[in-house]
């Protein structure tokens, strides 16, 4: 069974940082696709950042520069290290797995970051 826990959420103020942790179980980081998605209120939910089983990564524009997305193999956890805040970053961070396999993709509960102006 495939779990993804996610910490590190909470409130920050604008130009602040924090860093996400996706703790996974049952799948295995390094041989698959994950990544880190958001969803503010009213919107709808937008990849942030991947990370590809060869250790390429890719942003979504608005967080290039910002945001790193890392794993770490041994421990089967992936980081979205998040720097110089902004309000409009204020979303429910979900971390997610994509299984090589299958396709299936897998999903955490989700933790809220919310940035104060």
């Known amino acids: 069974q495939v779990q993804l826990v996610e910490s590190g959420g909470g409130l920050v103020q604008a130009g602040g940082s924090l860093r996400l942790s996706c703790a996974g179980s049952g799948i295995t980081f390094s041989i698959n696709v994950i990544g880190w998605y958001r969803q503010a209120p009213g919107k709808q939910r937008e990849l942030v950042a991947h990370i590809l089983s060869n250790g390429n990564t890719n942003y979504v524009d608005s967080v290039k520069g910002r945001f790193t997305i890392s794993r770490d193999n041994a421990k089967n956890i992936m980081y979205l290290q998040m720097n110089s805040l902004k309000p409009e970053d204020t979303a429910v961070y979900y971390c997610?797995?994509?299984?090589?396999?299958?396709?299936?993709?897998?999903w955490g509960q989700g933790t809220q970051v919310t940035v104060s102006s």
């Open positions: 997610s797995a994509e299984q090589w396999s299958t396709h299936q993709q897998y």
